[in-house]
């Protein structure tokens, strides 16, 4: 209607009198159609930038898209946890999802490209007069008469009529060519699907590295508020005390610079922890400063460096996406060949036409049209030795990039190895540093006094130990990051899993299929997180109570460092027995004596280990407390393997003396 409108309308503002006479309406109709388009398409585009409504309305439907229809949290989360919210949440793996709907669709257009073509089509055609024509007899007609003149005008054809005609043709050369493009398509399919295997992979190799990074966030960033707000404080007290004069103005400057040195470390470490948990809750595909918490259980037992290397590289070879992709990548470039030989060969086609013809001067409106139709571009049929080296210079070059990325692989594979080995290297190294350190920081508190100094030593030491279980926080999460890559470098994948299931349903395939690999690779099933092991404490040997007290609340906090829950004794609970001894020496002093014996639940003794330190400080409770955690963080190693049903035994230690 529009156009009908915009036409007549065009036609009359332009007055063309001359189709006036005798035009009739169709003509005037088709005129102002004409004009009209000539009118529309001399309209200019002009750039029309989004206005800030538009913007704004965008911003906030992305918002609320990004985080929509996703199950809520619930509790702490342990990796497979974690890691089943990442594959079903994260927008990049969705991307990939995307990509490999979008491939499929592409193929399911280009499979009608192979069948026939079936055309319909109908129209109404008119002319602003009549279509006559002038005729004359031929020689030897009867009625032949030489320089006669030609019969009146006549016609055959009706000014206007309608036409119809269904059209069924079929091309043998098309139809090879789009047979070899679908199955280009299809191969295109699979490339995706191997594309998104990889982002999968990666994205539970990130996962990995940022979980036990988050992790050690959480256990330390309480720990180093609480010191960095000693320190701070610490820092205001040596300012007054260098404003007062109460000591040396250089002494009272090194101690700041001491406590500023501290508390820069504490601030930089507590950075990293810090975005270590953004980045995972962004892997997660959370809001950003959504609080989620992550499961607060024994670290997982580390498997020995794997020693059947041919045994994964062979595996890397068969399963790896990149070398797949290659792989599919070779069938395209070897049907885009037979595409090429195809459309060079001669092609055949068959139609077949059903017309309709509304003309009322014909004999017959309908009737059908068939034939056949063979054509062959010779140019093109003498390209085809240029086209065959073409063909083997590009197999070749799928064969030597195939080979390269398998070079690739296997070196990652055997680096990823090594590495793996670095990182369980590097990780008991720190492990006992660690120790060291806060036997150290033990040692400080024990022989802490009311002098400045003193303070200053329990601070720089206790930053020391923070700062040293921040690093063996760091290695494990190196070495689980190692053995992730590992993984990786291999093309494990978990069992597939479709798209409904639930958060928990693909943490548990998460699991399972976790266990699979660890058995392929290491030979065994994963280990798991040991059970929470429980120990009864037993002190005896102090005449006083408070002494006593202070003990035992020392050696549980320092048992529940490593993970073990002290509880009453009862019947299968190990036991670890300390009888402590005091001595006064010359000077004053007082040495302290720490037998221990660990008892496993069956009662039998596992070990036994003697501690020797000398008792300082302004509180002699406090100074045997802290002694006390420094004798048992000697043989806490031991404790934890024996109360955690390890297969290590512990020998009768020699004594341990602390100076």
Not at 571 to 580: C, F, P, T, W, Y
Not at 584 to 613: E, L
Request: proline fraction near 5%; charge should be positive.
């Amino acid at each position: 209607m529009f156009l009908k409108d915009f036409s007549e309308n065009s036609y009359k503002l332009l007055e063309l009198k001359q189709f006036d006479r005798g035009a009739t309406r169709p003509t005037r109709m088709l005129a102002g159609l004409v004009l009209a388009a000539l009118a529309l398409s001399a309209c200019t585009v002009t750039p029309v930038p989004l206005l800030e409504r538009d913007i704004e309305r965008r911003a906030g439907e992305d918002m609320a898209r990004m985080f929509a229809g996703q199950e809520p949290l619930a509790g702490p989360m342990s990796f497979s946890d974690v890691a089943a919210r990442v594959l079903k949440y994260n927008l990049d793996y969705r991307v990939r999802l995307m990509e490999t709907a979008v491939a499929q669709g592409q193929l399911d257009v280009g499979s009608w490209e192979m069948f026939p073509r079936l055309l319909a089509n109908a129209g109404y055609t008119t002319r602003s007069n009549e279509q006559g024509g002038y005729s004359a007899l031929l020689p030897g007609n009867p009625q032949y008469a030489p320089g006669a003149a030609p019969t009146g005008p006549s016609q055959t054809v009706e000014s206007s009529r309608r036409l119809a005609n269904v059209e069924f043709a079929w091309n043998v050369l098309d139809f090879g060519v789009s047979y070899y493009r679908a199955r280009m398509a299809a191969d295109q399919v699979l490339i995706t699907e191997e594309r998104k295997r990889k982002v999968m992979q990666n994205l539970l190799q990130d996962t990995r590295n940022a979980y036990w990074r988050a992790l050690g966030a959480q256990r330390l960033l309480g720990q180093m508020d609480s010191l960095m707000q000693r320190s701070t404080l610490a820092l205001a007290r040596a300012r007054q005390i260098e404003q007062q004069g109460l000591m040396p103005q250089a002494q009272a400057l090194a101690y700041q610079r001491a406590l500023l040195d501290s508390t820069t470390l504490l601030q930089i470490r507590r950075q990293d922890l810090e975005l270590a948990k953004a980045e995972l809750g962004s892997l997660m595909n959370l809001a950003p400063g959504t609080p989620f918490t992550l499961s607060d259980v024994a670290e997982e037992p580390l498997p020995p460096v794997p020693t059947n290397i041919a045994e994964l590289e062979d595996r890397a070879l068969r399963q790896r996406p990149e070398l797949r992709e290659e792989d599919y990548r070779k069938r395209i470039s070897a049907n885009d060949a037979r595409r090429a030989m195809v459309s060079i060969l001669p092609g055949f086609e068959i139609n077949v036409n059903l017309q309709r013809d509304s003309n009322g001067l014909l004999l017959n409106n309908n009737w059908v049209d068939s034939g056949f139709r063979v054509s062959a571009n010779l140019f093109r049929l003498a390209s085809l030795p240029a086209l065959r080296k073409s063909n083997e210079a590009q197999a070749q070059l799928d064969d030597t990039r195939r080979m390269a990325q398998a070079m690739a692989v296997l070196t990652q594979v055997r680096v990823a190895t090594l590495r793996y080995g670095l990182a369980k290297d590097e990780l008991g190294t720190t492990i006992d540093s660690a120790n060291v350190d806060q036997r150290l920081a033990n040692y400080a508190r024990a022989s802490a006094t009311s002098r400045v100094d003193s303070e200053l030593e329990v601070i720089r030491t206790e930053a020391r130990a923070l700062l040293s279980a921040y690093q063996r926080h760091i290695a494990y999460s190196n070495a689980q990051t190692a053995w992730g890559r590992l993984f990786n470098s291999v093309g494990y994948d978990i069992a597939p899993v479709q798209s409904s299931a639930s958060v928990s349903q693909l943490a548990q395939v998460i699991k399972a299929s976790m266990n699979d690999w660890h058995n392929i690779t290491f030979g065994r099933p994963v280990a798991g997180i040991p059970p929470v092991p429980r120990v009864a404490l037993n002190i005896s040997g102090l005449p006083d109570s408070a002494q006593t007290r202070a003990v035992v609340e020392a050696m549980t906090e320092a048992l529940g460092r490593l993970k073990i829950d002290v509880v009453p004794a009862a019947r299968n609970v190990g036991a670890v027995d300390v009888r402590i001894a005091l001595e006064n020496v010359k000077s004053g002093a007082t040495r302290a004596t720490w037998d221990m014996m660990i008892r496993k639940p069956n009662g039998q003794v596992a070990g036994k280990g003697r501690y020797i330190g000398d008792l300082s400080g302004d509180s002699p409770a406090r100074s045997l407390a802290a002694m006390s955690q420094s004798a048992l963080g000697a043989y806490g190693s031991a404790v934890s393997e024996i109360m955690g049903f390890g297969d290590t035994r512990l020998s009768e230690a020699p004594a341990t003396r602390s100076n």
